[in-house]
């Protein structure tokens, strides 16, 4: 689905905050009503201007890391500052009053601008509590990849809408420990001879090293993942072509966990259970894997990007428990931690062979972005506010404090902090690579039976009695696409008939 470049979008309804407190209710209803190509004009013209008596205060959410880092202030003061003779003035919404703006909003209490996950802002969109925002007027809109603005676009009456700004993109990534090759790694794990060890390419090369460093030592291990989970374990079935809904993820009547090939993708994280320890049923490896990565015990996860800055302080910890300086550690923590998209997966769905045809993986991942609610005021105040978070100066700024990978591409090019994970997750959405996660009606009905399904294939190996999937003669893939039937039938039932 190609979003279609709107020159001018409404606003879906300015809020009477003053009698919002005394009729939510029914200001949920009036909303819900109104048409998302009226009041249009309500973006027209220049920006709102308080008085110094009565300032325009605009309400900004914001998530908690943002605020602990300090980059919400930098950010607040740094548009006070420059809307100081307008009397414009943001300020922090505070995260716990106001999170739910379907419920809060009509009643005069949510935020004007909100910073969110693209699958919960882009839900937002069918009680019309965030407003197509105009794209003309959007200054980082022409920076952004494709998949980025399909993402918040939004199909309403045989017209497309685009809802909000994606600052950054988030997907699983693979990290693992330059340190903890082998001398030889480029005589013995370089068959392509092009300087990158074939674990970081290919996931069967992947699988037998670890393998290798486990029989070396019961306590060493190589890929390590809590396979029960569905973010983190999708992909598998996605690069066999596997989806969660149809028609571009918009068709709740259309479950493909079964689709295409996925039954291979299932049968991978067999194999890949076995090659791990029991800790990847659950979240036992998740909960270890800072610490594990540092040790030495994992040579390599898949892990968040968010999560970057505490696999280096774990690691130069560990660097100065033998020696190191603190200075000096940091930095070999920086240099022995590569990050790279998850490797590329065997199109025969065997680990165990040596040759054959590889193909990309695919990871489920989001954007997170900038929207504005439907009940703001102050409508173009509170766009100048977005134009400004989203800037290249800001999001530049996003990055060094929280180390983000932008969603821009200019700054995505220049970004200093995580550049390589940045560079990764920018290539990945530029190849199609990442899946984005679901914003429909009813894409909640999708953890429980894909966690239960891929807890049961993490288990298999694990099995004392009789197994399930694994056979004399190989896996049975049978009875692993019988189970991903089975969560389809099951998300599906979750979704309509369940109500």
């Known amino acids: 689905m190609k979003a279609r470049k709107l020159t001018a979008i409404m606003l879906c309804g300015v809020a009477a905050l003053s009698c919002a407190a005394c009729n939510g209710g029914g200001l949920r209803e009036k909303y819900a009503e109104e048409s998302l190509a009226a009041l249009y004009e309500k973006f027209e013209g220049d920006v709102e201007t308080g008085t110094a008596d009565k300032p325009i205060v605009l309400h900004v959410l914001e998530n908690d890391t943002a605020k602990q880092s300090g980059y919400l202030k930098v950010l607040l003061d740094g548009f006070n500052k420059k809307y100081k003779d307008k009397h414009i003035v943001a300020v922090d919404a505070n995260q716990d009053q106001y999170s739910d703006l379907a419920e809060n909003g009509p009643y005069g209490y949510g935020p004007d601008v909100l910073y969110q996950a693209n699958d919960v802002l882009m839900k937002y969109c069918e009680g019309k509590h965030i407003t197509p925002l105009p794209?003309?007027?959007?200054?980082?809109?022409?920076?952004?990849?494709?998949?980025?603005?399909?993402?918040?676009?939004?199909?309403?009456?045989?017209?497309?809408?685009?809802?909000?700004?994606?600052?950054?993109?988030?997907?699983?990534?693979?990290?693992?420990?330059k340190d903890l090759l082998p001398d030889d790694w480029r005589d013995k794990w370089d068959d392509n001879k092009n300087g990158i060890p074939d674990m970081q390419e290919d996931m069967r090369a992947m699988w037998r090293f670890g393998k290798q460093r486990n029989a070396a030592n019961k306590d060493q291990y190589g890929f390590m993942q809590s396979l029960f989970d569905p973010y983190f374990s999708c992909g598998y079935l996605f690069t066999y072509g596997a989806y969660?809904?149809?028609?571009?993820?918009?068709?709740?009547?259309?479950i493909g966990c079964s689709a295409n090939d996925a039954k291979l993708g299932a049968g991978l994280i067999v194999q890949l259970a076995e090659s791990m320890n029991s800790g990847c049923i659950d979240d036992g490896i998740t909960v270890a894997r800072e610490s594990e990565f540092a040790s030495g015990a994992y040579f390599a996860v898949n892990?968040?990007?968010?999560?970057?800055?505490t696999m280096i302080d774990e690691l130069a910890k560990a660097y100065v428990k033998k020696g190191m300086t603190a200075a000096d550690a940091k930095i070999a923590a920086q240099e022995n931690i590569v990050s790279s998209p998850v490797p590329a997966l065997p199109?025969?769905?065997?680990?165990?062979?040596?040759?054959?045809?590889?193909?990309?993986?695919?990871?489920?991942?989001?954007?997170?972005?900038?929207?504005?609610s439907s009940y703001t005021e102050y409508p173009r105040a509170a766009l100048a506010f977005l134009n400004y978070a989203t800037s290249y100066e800001m999001v530049l700024k996003r990055n060094e404090y929280l180390g983000i990978a932008p969603a821009r591409a200019d700054c995505n090019e220049d970004c200093t902090v995580q550049a390589e994970v940045a560079h990764s997750l920018f290539q990945m959405v530029q190849d199609e690579r990442i899946s984005i996660m679901p914003t429909v009606s009813g894409a909640d009905a999708i953890w429980t039976p894909l966690k239960t399904a891929f807890t049961d294939l993490a288990t298999d190996p694990y099995r004392k009695d009789k197994k399930l999937y694994i056979t004399a003669d190989g896996l049975?893939?049978?009875?692993?696409?019988?189970?991903?039937?089975?969560v389809d039938e099951n998300i599906y039932n979750k979704i309509h008939s369940l109500g």
Not at 146 to 157: H, Q
Not at 350 to 355: G, P, Q, Y
């Open 244 to 254: 969660l809904f149809g028609d571009g993820g918009t068709d709740t009547e259309d």
């Open 347 to 372: 199109k025969s769905g065997r680990l165990d062979e040596t040759e054959g045809e590889l193909i990309d993986s695919i990871v489920m991942g989001g954007i997170n972005g900038y929207a504005i």
């Open 135 to 177: 794209t003309d007027k959007l200054d980082a809109y022409d920076q952004l990849p494709e998949l980025v603005k399909n993402t918040y676009t939004y199909d309403y009456s045989n017209s497309s809408y685009f809802m909000g700004i994606g600052v950054n993109v988030q997907a699983p990534m693979l990290y693992y420990r």
């Open 303 to 309: 892990n968040t990007q968010d999560m970057y800055g």
């Open 476 to 486: 049975d893939y049978n009875a692993l696409e019988k189970l991903l039937q089975s």
